[in-house]
């Protein structure tokens, strides 16, 4: 009697894994409408801008406004561009990213939750590994919209995440001094995701 509750038992949840897979959205950044920015503040004086050329984004959720999506991150060091390839190579150097010892920077969501009484901002809550130290940051974001592009004909969401990171949390420049550049940067990631 046993035998046919387990086999029924066994379907029922083959059915509703089958049912979480189908439902959840898989979205990935399209890099020729994306940017990771960041500026830090150069000797007290002006905001230097800078990117991140290789990096790939991806964004999983169940439902519809996002409110329980993951977002992860990855990029390559060694894309870093200032607009100065002098500037670009020291920061690549172990002055600063030191990208032959540590070529990537990672970033894993462990929350994603709505801002109360907000329709499209929330708090995203992970943990950003770079220059070999982990550590928990807290980022915004703005949900700009989903629509079908025109050509492609593939839904795409627009996403712009900010936030505030300490470079000497991360040992990145550490003998540079915070009035030649400062501890403080600001990240800025404007995202176009594409819906797998």
Partial sequence: MKRPVTIVAAAFAGLMLSFTVATSSIWTSDAVHSRLGFSVKHMGLSD????FKEYEVKMTATKEDFSDAKVEVSGAINSINT??????????????????KFPKFTFVSKSFTKVAKSKNEYTVVGDLTLHGVTKEVTMNAVYNGTITHPMNKKEVSGFKMTGVIKRMDYGVGATTPV??????????????????
């Fill in 179 to 196: 009035n030649a550049a400062s501890d403080e940067v600001k990240i800025t990631c404007d995202l176009e995701l594409v819906k797998e």
């Fill in 48 to 51: 230097l801008n800078g990117d």
């Fill in 83 to 100: 607009g100065s390839e002098m500037r670009d190579g020291h920061l690549k150097s172990a002055d600063f990213f030191d990208a032959e």
